[in-house]
Structures are given as structure tokens and as C-alpha cells.
């Protein structure tokens, strides 16, 4: 158990389709501590401009966007897909938007008793100072199963088990 006198902030990092989202989701569970997944800020983004029909390279529209997000409130389940990805790429190269969105996730972390947060360079930009930070990995084979939405049975992993390939695979 982690016992601290000043706020617990957990960073979370790796690349995806790690399974960094899965760990802090628990540990934000564990610890009662509110959870942001950070790429869903950018997904948001690109998706209130498109509920607003503006074009996702208008960076005075996304700006816009980007500061009017509630960390605490986004829709994920329409923030996730192909579609949203791709959107997200475009405004993610934006570097007002980048600044925004970096602001808005240091506020985050800053929250009263601390918070968790996963996503990429949470632990060297985002939360230098954090209480914890984690780099998450995973082989190409299951990050590219969880990519794809497959079972991870099917690529041979088994859930703390550590790594073992499937039958007839090496």
C-alpha cells in the first residue's frame, strides 16, 4: 500500500494498445482516484468539431474545442473507433491544440487528492513530478491483438500468467 502525505498522482505511459488504459482504470478503481484517459482529449476534440461541422484543420476552431472540454465528463464510447482516430491524428498535430490539451491535463492531475492518468509522455511532460509513474509495455503480438479485438486467449496470452505463445506459435 502506498501511503503519502501530499496528493497521489499515478502517470501512466507506454504505447497502445499496451493495456496502460486497462491498469489505470483498476488503480484509479483501487485508490479512489478520479482516471483520465489523455487521448480521449484529443478524440473529444476532433469530435465537437464535427458535431459543429467545422472543419477539423481549423486550428482557431479547435483551440476552441480543446479549452471548452470537461476532463471529467467525456463520452467515450462515441470518442472511440477508426473514424475517431484518424480525426484525432489531425488535431493532435496542432501544436496550439497540443498546448491546450497539456493544460488541461496538468489541471487534472492537480486535482484534490491526486488523480491517475494514462496516455503518451504522461510521466515526462505532462506529470514530471508525479507520485508514481509506470511505463507499460506489451509484445507486438498481443498489442496487435488487442488492436484487432481479439481475444487475448486467442494470441496466446494469459492474464498475469506473463507471456506465453499460442499453440504451434513461437
Not at 503519502?4 to 494498445?17: C, F, M, Q
Not at 491498469?23 to 478503481?29: P, T
Not at 471529467?72 to 475517431?84: D, I, T, V
Not at 506489451?138 to 491483438?145: C, E, F, I, L
Request: hydrophobic letters at 50%; charged letters at 20%.
Amino acid at each position: 500500500m502506498i501511503v503519502v502525505s501530499h496528493p497521489l498522482v499515478l502517470a501512466i505511459d507506454g504505447p497502445a494498445a499496451s493495456g496502460k488504459g486497462t491498469l489505470a482504470r483498476r488503480l484509479a478503481a483501487h485508490y479512489r482516484l478520479p482516471h483520465l484517459d489523455t487521448g480521449l482529449l484529443y478524440r473529444a476534440t476532433a469530435r465537437a468539431l464535427m458535431d459543429r461541422e467545422q472543419a477539423l484543420s481549423d486550428v482557431a476552431a479547435a483551440v476552441a474545442a480543446a479549452e471548452a472540454l470537461d476532463a471529467a465528463n467525456l463520452p467515450e464510447a462515441r470518442l472511440r473507433g477508426a473514424e475517431m482516430g484518424e480525426a484525432a491524428s489531425v488535431v493532435a498535430a496542432m501544436p496550439q491544440v497540443r498546448a491546450a490539451l497539456v493544460d488541461l491535463q496538468r489541471r487534472f492531475a492537480r486535482m484534490p487528492g491526486g488523480a491517475v492518468l494514462d496516455g503518451r509522455d504522461i510521466g515526462t511532460v505532462i506529470c514530471p513530478d508525479a507520485t508514481v509513474k509506470l511505463f507499460v509495455t506489451a509484445s507486438p503480438t498481443v498489442r496487435a491483438a488487442r488492436r484487432h479485438g481479439q481475444p487475448a486467449r486467442s494470441a496466446g496470452i494469459r492474464h498475469g500468467a506473463g507471456r506465453y505463445p499460442a499453440p504451434g506459435r513461437a
